[in-house]
């Protein structure tokens, strides 16, 4: 009996809740259920509009349910209602918004409040259009008609203002895939909006023209993951105790507790990972206990994913990380609250590898302590980064039941004083953070300052995805809402206003309606529907508006919408000047931003149009950042960027630089350079218009200049010597007082770098040493003029031309040694003694050969005792390239003879050749040699040592001699060695 009374308490409750439930459906719900069941009756065109839903109704949420009004869903006949709209009416000059109130949403803001296109002024003779204006028109593409003038969808106007989006589709004309675009492109952080409004004369009656005018709208949204997981990197230092009055960590744990109790309350999969840093450590916050032992607490990889997130706002926000600050210093070790925050995103054991990865960083300010590349660049390859694992295990760090915290551990892996930063130091910090984000390129960088105060530089490259400020409560709540939005739309619970001009009419019952899809190649589909079931509303005062547009992408496709009617000039305007269709047109977004469409004018009366006259317009070349003209610059007008046949020649450009075209008929056009100077660059093609008074429209000033950069003149020659390059001495150029050192390499090319033209004489600091100096009026004079001719008064300049630069190449010098004094020391082996008996003779040719040959020089003792050869009191100098013959006449007493000659050259590169003439034994002899040099010439010494013939013995024995024998080869070092090493050794020291 008693489990009776049980079962059928059970069942009451359960009647019960059925009951609350369906209780709790709206009336309008219900209605609207029993209208969808008991339809029958749909249309093919209905059918496409509801497989594209989203593009003409909110977005549905667990919070939130699309706004049905009771007067749009008794209206039978037809959603377009109307008031006839008097002929003279005026534009209403306010937007019309939705009447409906829609919350927690968050749209892609388009933030244009401005037309951003251009248009004439209705006292023109034409009347008014858009400057940037074509006669082509939607679906025909290169077809003109004379009564329309478009905005020009198919190119871009020349001072790039307005952004231009353009479908892929290869079949369409220019014209027809061209739209505006506001936003960025598609990436996973945003999307893009385009508009498009175009015209067309209708054919039929000429007595009133009739004018289509399509109306085009695509929208785009970024799908966010499912699954997201954030983790907050917060600063603990006493720089976020804020001012007086203010208590900082209650307003960031208050915008924190708003940010996550709606994130989670909109059904988001979000996780969260807490971080905090302060002087000397950054601390883990841990969600979940798990007990670990004291040795297992040491080794952070058996940390897991579960013990730092959690989806529990209250959990969350309970963590130490709130309490308070870590202690009284302002430190900030900004990159260990980093890497601890991509240790925990980073989580292999159980963690989401799905999920968006998002690191957030709330600082004060700068850091104070920086990372030297020890502490993330591998020692072994600075190129290669390390790890977040192997740089914190650079660090002490322990394990607690709450806290997981790295200490900073070697001086060597960090820098700063924690008070200040400098620049070196915050250049070091930007390095570190660019290292990590190419590391952690799935991670989206987002940094946040708080509070505001300081301008810092490093803190924009922290927040490499997004950098934002909160000063305050409201602030900072709105900053973390643009870190992690929760829609995306860029167009959402939008309205279409569209307000007429009083110049024109408008037929009602010509309004259509179409569903837009671009597909993933880039194609236009277009569906119609029944634009019965569209929002559309007409006021008695000439707008027509259509309300509750949610466009973007699902399933792979972009959305859209096209409104399509016709409208007709006044017949008070009917004087063939153009007027505009709209005074306005525009979308407003659900976030009260505005996207604007173009205005496009027609014109319609009796009168045939105005002949269009030619006319003459000037160019004037000019040097860039100076008065200076160019003569010789000529121009050419034609109808493609990529060029062809010129339509128009201009007129080589005069001494003023005047460069002129005659009778060219107004429009658009390219201008492209048809000669250019050779000293200057050249330049790409630019997208003018010629209008009716010759002005040109489209250059990058207004006063019909157009400026020019000079090439730079890279100069460069060789000094050679028996046809080798040599790299001693030192030149510049010499203009008036001022000197252009050219830079020597070790190939021995000299070089420089000169832009402006004029006369430079080439003039020689330092010859090398040893060689014969040059005079400056023998080196040359450079001469370059203002159109780029190249003169060298000493030979033939080598001009090579390049894009960016002229490489300019003079002859190249032939360099001469000085000539050679001769002075020979004589010194005994055992005692160093110097020895003075001996005599020599310098002979010009072999004296073996001719014994009657007179010596050239005489050789004559100085105080030293050293010989210097002289002739008639001069010291002979020995000329390279002569052989030259030494023959001693005397030897010292107690040595032996030398009846050999040595015979020696010094060629034209100072190498010395020695050769031996005679027989002679080799003798126990050695010779050291020495190379100076001045003004006048150089000096060659030779230092003989010399072993003494060995005495009898005392026993009358019969002794022992050793001969010393013939020269030895005296290698000096001159080949290639001695000479050259110590001029430039000398050289080195002197430069």
Known sequence: MEKRRILRLLLCLIWLLLYCQLASLSKLEAETILETAESTESTESTEALQSTASAFSPRVTSSEAPCVSSEADSTTESAVTSTEASDESQIIQGPVRNSGEFRNFSAKGIDLVEEPFSYGEHSEPAGWYPLHHTQQFLAGGDLLQDWVQNYQYAVPESSGTVPRF?????????????????????TEAGGRLNTKKSLRLLPGDESEKKFEVILDTLGDVVVSKSQVDLVLVIERSTRMIGTTGTDNWTVLKASLESFL????????????????FSQTEAELAMMKYRFMGPEEKKHPENYRYEDFFSNNPETILNRDVFSKIKDTAVGAPTFLGIDGGLFLLGLPQAGREEATKILCTITAGAPTYFPTSSYYQNPQNENTLLSVQESLALCDFDGTPSTLKFFRAKEEHFSGDGLQASGEDQENARAFYTA???????????????????????????????????????????????????????????????????YVTF???????????????????????????????????GTLSWSQLTLGRDTGVRQGVRLRYVVSVKGAYRDNHFYPVSQ??????????????????????????????????????QVKDSQEKIKGMQYGLYRTEAGGEAVYTSTLATEEGWSDFSEVLPGDYWLREVQVPKAFLTSGALRVTISETGEIIGLPNTNLIIEKERKPIHLQFQQHVAGLPLSEGSFALQQASQQIPLVRDDSGNFQASLVLPGTYQLVELAPPLGYRPIAAEDLGELTIAPLGEITFSSGEVTVTEEATKRLVTLPTLQRQLKPYTLTIKQR????????????????????????????????????????????KEQSVLLQPGITYYLKETTHPEDYLPMQAVLSFQINETGQAVFDTLGEQSPAETTSHFTLETDDLANHLKIELVRSPVGKLPKTGGAGKSTPWGAWSVLLIGLIGGLLLERWYQRVNQEV
Do not use: C
Not at 261 to 276: C, I, N, P, S
Not at 507 to 531: C, F, H
Not at 844 to 870: C, M, N, R, W, Y
């Open 166 to 186: 353009e479908l892929a589709d290869g079949t369409l004309p220019d014209f027809d895939r061209g739209y505006h675009e506001f936003g960025t492109n598609i």
């Open 436 to 502: 990590r984000q190419s590391q952690s390129a799935h991670v989206s960088w987002q940094a946040i300052q708080f509070s505001v105060g300081l301008e810092e530089n490093t803190l924009p490259a922290l927040g490499s995805q997004g950098f934002f400020q909160g000063a305050n409560q409201e602030a900072l709540t709105q900053a973390l809402q643009q870190v992690l939005p929760i829609y995306q739309e860029t167009i959402h619970q939008a309205t279409l206003v569209e307000q007429f001009s009083p």
């Open 828 to 871: 005994n082996t055992e005692n160093d003694a110097l020895l003075t008996e001996a005599g020599f003779e310098l002979y010009d040719s072999s004296p073996l050969d001719d014994p009657t040959v007179e010596p050239i020089a005489v050789e004559v003792e100085q105080a030293d005792g050293s010989i210097l050869f002289k002739e």
């Open 261 to 276: 109790t709606d994130l989670f309350a909109q059904g988001l999969d979000l996780r969260v990972g807490l971080v905090g």
């Open 507 to 541: 037929e009602q019952d010509s309004v259509e309606t179409a569903a837009l899809e671009v597909t993933e190649d880039g194609k236009l589909r277009v569906t119609p529907t029944n634009s019965k079931v569209m929002p559309l509303e007409i006021s008695g005062k």
């Open 584 to 621: 306005e047109t525009y979308l407003e977004n659900g976030t009260e931003s505005r996207a604007y469409y173009a205005q496009p004018s027609i014109r319609d009366g009796p009168k045939e149009p105005e002949p269009v006259i030619p006319v003459n317009v000037r160019i004037i070349s």
